[in-house]
């Protein structure tokens, strides 16, 4: 598998833990389908009190392109004004953090 | 793909980062056909500051018995031995936290 690996780290809000938990239980379908029009795969978001932590691999050949599709897609926009508030820094740029992977096997 | 997913949370002694990265770098060729002999797979360790999050892909139908056989492999014994004391609760049970999953596509 050629696929880049990706691991992100953000915080939520406290009082926002449920809503967050409640948005991912049943994300858009429209959502769902521009992550795989991105080439994302083997997508998943765990929690641990208020941290989150995303998991994916990028499979396509050009990922700021593609970021870039993906906050041109109106519908993830929209997807994104309900989570994106979730989050600690939501109003800065950055919310999520890639973390540095050291290992792999 | 039936695999079960992983992602779990430590934290590192700061005075024990560099080390942590380092053992990393060359994790002993033992160590890791343990690891697949107890059906992980597709298993990084990203981290970020003092913050260490594992993501693995259990593919077995008895967890706990493999990481039981883990736990009996005196070569992986050895290589804890190293690892454990970066981790700042070394000395109790658990020092990775299983986080909880809360979206997969």
Not at 31 to 42: P, R, Y
Not at 64 to 84: F, G, L, Q, S
Request: aromatic share 16%.
């Amino acid at each position: 598998m050629t696929a880049k690996r990706f691991c992100q780290r953000a915080f939520l809000k406290p009082e926002k833990i449920d809503e967050y938990r409640r948005l991912h239980a049943a994300v858009w379908p429209e959502v769902l389908k521009t992550i795989k029009d991105c080439n994302l795969q083997n997508y998943s978001i765990s929690i641990l009190g208020d941290m989150v932590v995303a998991y994916f691999e990028y499979t396509g050949d050009d990922y700021e392109a593609d970021m870039r599709k993906m906050a041109a897609d109106p519908v993830t926009v929209e997807w994104w004004k309900h989570t994106k508030p979730c989050f600690v820094r939501h109003d800065e740029k950055v919310y999520y953090e890639d973390m540095e992977e050291i290992f792999y096997v």
